[in-house]
């Protein structure tokens, strides 16, 4: 599984062949995936970490770079949902990844 690194101050994501490819690489921290969501046979979308000061989550589709994406509530069950791309997914759908 390919390793990724995000940057605590400005947010930035990047992977092991540039680690020092932001700014402030002495405040990155490593990512691991937390949780994942099924999307079909061979497919998962990877929850890495949470940003709750801007309501943002880092995932991404399988081994491919992740990216912060928003977090809402949908409806008037206020159900969390995570918009990746054009489609909704719910955090409820989301099974832990315990390491």
């Given at each position: 599984m390919k390793?990724?690194?995000y940057c605590v101050e400005c947010f930035g994501v990047t992977d092991k062949e540039n680690p020092?490819?932001?700014c402030h690489s002495e405040s990155l921290v490593?990512?691991?995936v937390i949780a994942c969501i099924g999307i079909c046979?061979?497919?998962s979308l990877n929850i890495y970490t949470f940003n709750t000061?801007?309501?943002k989550v880092l995932v991404g589709i399988n081994n491919n770079l992740p990216e912060w994406c928003p977090i809402s509530e949908v409806g008037e069950s206020d159900e969390v949902s995570i918009l990746y791309g054009e489609t909704m997914?719910?955090?409820s759908d989301a099974?832990?990844?315990q390491h």
């Open positions: 390793e990724y690194w020092y490819g932001c490593k990512a691991s046979n061979t497919a000061v801007e309501d997914y719910s955090l099974m832990r990844v």
